[in-house]
């Protein structure tokens, strides 16, 4: 997003909420290296071609360093994303400046971000999975109410299977993705893209080798 300079800053007003994921993945991110890498993901680079187009104004949860969110700005699309580390968003700000690009960071966790109603063209969620069950939940809810009608959500997951691979993603089982529940969570939306299948990811240390992968497109 081509933000006035003083938007493009990671808000300090950190919620109470939030402070142990801020703990957990500052740990994570404080080393020089990308740890998903600098590429987009691709998945996402894939169906942004498909349904998304320059001045979309898009909103990335949890973007981490920013390899998806600069990735976004340089196709020419107006970006917002928030994360819970502010160790990564001055990674991810300092990555969008590298890029020429600007996109307006917020220091927030799903909960505690504003969700403007009707706001977005677009929606990116990209192994958002530390979320719960019930945080899942709200996080379709909110995505729902924060898309223009026929706005377009991506996302893309983990399955279950992935615990036989352990090439990246949580141990929980709870916190993994199955076409139905995805299908589901996303019965309000039109669902255009909807896969299970198993790849080879070479996305930073964090996501490398064959993993088994869900992808949603949905539209409002």
Same mark, same amino acid.
């Given at each position: 997003?081509? *933000?006035?300079?003083?938007?493009? &800053?990671?808000?300090?007003?950190?919620?109470?909420?939030?402070?142990?994921?801020?703990?957990?993945?500052?740990? %994570?991110?404080?080393?020089? +290296?990308?740890?998903?890498?600098?590429? @987009?993901?691709?998945? /996402?680079?894939?169906?942004? %071609?498909?349904?998304?187009?320059?001045?979309?104004?898009?909103?990335?949860?949890?973007?981490? +360093?920013? %390899?998806?969110?600069?990735?976004?700005?340089?196709?020419?699309?107006?970006?917002?994303?928030? $994360?819970?580390?502010?160790? *990564?968003?001055?990674?991810?700000?300092q990555f969008a400046k590298d890029n &020429?690009?600007?996109?307006?960071?917020?220091?927030?966790?799903? $909960?505690?971000?504003?969700?403007?109603?009707?706001?977005? $063209?677009?929606?990116?969620?990209?192994?958002?999975?530390?979320?719960?069950?019930?945080? %899942? +939940?709200?996080?379709?809810?909110?995505?729902?109410?924060?898309?223009? @009608?026929?706005?377009?959500?991506? #996302?893309?997951?983990?399955? @279950?299977?992935?615990?036989?691979?352990?090439? =990246?993603?949580?141990? !929980?089982?709870?916190?993994?993705?199955?076409? +139905?529940?995805?299908?589901?969570?996303?019965?309000?939306?039109?669902? !255009?893209? /909807?896969?299970?299948?198993?790849?080879?990811?070479?996305? =930073?240390?964090?996501?490398?080798?064959?993993?088994?992968?869900?992808? #949603?497109?949905?539209?409002?």
């Amino acid at each position: 997003m081509l *933000a006035d300079s003083k938007d493009n &800053q990671v808000h300090q007003d950190k919620p109470m909420g939030f402070s142990d994921a801020t703990q957990f993945w500052n740990q %994570r991110f404080d080393k020089e +290296e990308f740890i998903f890498g600098k590429e @987009p993901n691709e998945y /996402l680079a894939l169906q942004t %071609r498909n349904y998304l187009k320059p001045n979309d104004k898009v909103l990335c949860i949890a973007d981490g +360093e920013g %390899r998806n969110g600069v990735w976004l700005a340089k196709q020419g699309m107006q970006v917002v994303g928030f $994360d819970t580390s502010d160790i *990564a968003l001055k990674k991810a700000l300092q990555f969008a400046k590298d890029n &020429q690009v600007e996109v307006k960071y917020s220091f927030s966790d799903t $909960d505690s971000f504003t969700w403007h109603e009707n706001a977005y $063209d677009a929606v990116i969620a990209i192994f958002i999975q530390f979320a719960d069950p019930k945080m %899942r +939940e709200r996080i379709f809810q909110q995505t729902y109410m924060a898309l223009k @009608p026929g706005g377009i959500f991506i #996302l893309q997951g983990y399955t @279950p299977k992935q615990l036989e691979y352990k090439t =990246g993603g949580p141990s !929980l089982i709870e916190h993994l993705y199955t076409e +139905e529940m995805i299908r589901d969570l996303a019965k309000e939306f039109q669902i !255009l893209d /909807l896969c299970c299948y198993e790849k080879e990811l070479n996305e =930073g240390a964090r996501h490398a080798g064959m993993s088994a992968l869900l992808g #949603l497109v949905a539209k409002k």
